[in-house]
T-cell receptor, first 111, second 115 residues
Framework: GEDVEQSLFLSVREGDSSVINCTYT??????LYWYKQEPGAGLQLLTY?????DMKQDQRLTVLLNKKDKHLSLRIADTQTGDSAIYFC???????????FGAGTTVTVRA | DTEVTQTPKHLVMGMTNKKSLKCEQH?????MYWYKQKAKKPPELMFV???????INESVPSRFSPECPNSSLLNLHLHALQPEDSALYLC??????????????FGPGTRLLVL
């Protein structure tokens, strides 16, 4: 995960929006991903964005990509207790197998 | 359907035991992966199989032995493990008819404890 950086913790009140940030270094990356991992579970693919896009929206999730600054963010609207999890940002170069993960952001939703 | 299944869910083994982890996908994916994940850390890639051939081995100790019997199945054979090998072992798959070939879909993992 040296090439992908994330803040480690985020605490958010139920009903508020959460914003998780990520920076990456590999300019050849084609796809950037957000995975969610709940306690004791595997990684669930939440969403991905192609590197020539600026934004992608999927229900409560909005992904923003600033390619110039190599900055990726995930916004979760109306955060619920079920959103408490670790969120991993990941990147992959084209036609490659090796996902580079960030360290993961632990999101805690408080009532 | 984007499901990868793994068995067993939990495994406890002694350092002299031999055991196997199993992974299965029916999405027509042509690449399958084994990852090791320690608590609160990102997954670390161990092996990649592409079209049933081992294409990446990330310098994993020989006490871990992968096997790909067919395009839907991936096994990880374990022998003479050490306590530090205790971790969550994740299987993933990608490719085939997926919209984005590189996108990896993960299974629920096998939580391994080595005593």
């Amino acid at each position: 995960g040296e090439d992908v950086e994330q803040s480690l913790f985020l605490s958010v009140r139920e009903g508020d929006s959460s914003v998780i940030n990520c920076t990456y270094t590999d300019s050849s990356s084609t796809y950037l991903y957000w995975y969610k991992q709940e306690p004791g579970a595997g990684l669930q693919l939440l969403t991905y964005i192609f590197s020539n896009m600026d934004m992608k929206q999927d229900q409560r999730l909005t992904v923003l990509l600033n390619k110039k600054d190599k900055h990726l963010s995930l916004r979760i609207a109306d955060t619920q207790t079920g959103d408490s999890a670790i969120y991993f940002c990941a990147e992959i170069p084209p036609r490659d197998y090796k996902l580079s993960f960030g360290a993961g952001t632990t999101v805690t939703v408080r009532a | 359907d984007t499901e990868v299944t793994q068995t067993p869910k939990h495994l406890v083994m002694g350092m002299t035991n031999k055991k196997s982890l199993k992974c299965e996908q029916h999405m027509g994916h042509r690449a399958m992966y084994w990852y090791k994940q320690k608590a609160k850390k990102p997954p670390e890639l161990m092996f990649v199989y592409s079209y049933e051939k081992l294409s990446i081995n990330e310098s994993v100790p020989s006490r871990f032995s992968p096997e790909c019997p067919n395009s839907s199945l991936l096994n990880l054979h374990l022998h003479a493990l050490q306590p530090e090998d205790s971790a969550l072992y994740l299987c993933a798959s990608s490719g085939g008819s997926a919209e984005v070939q590189e996108t990896q879909y993960f299974g629920p993992g096998t939580r391994l404890l080595v005593l």
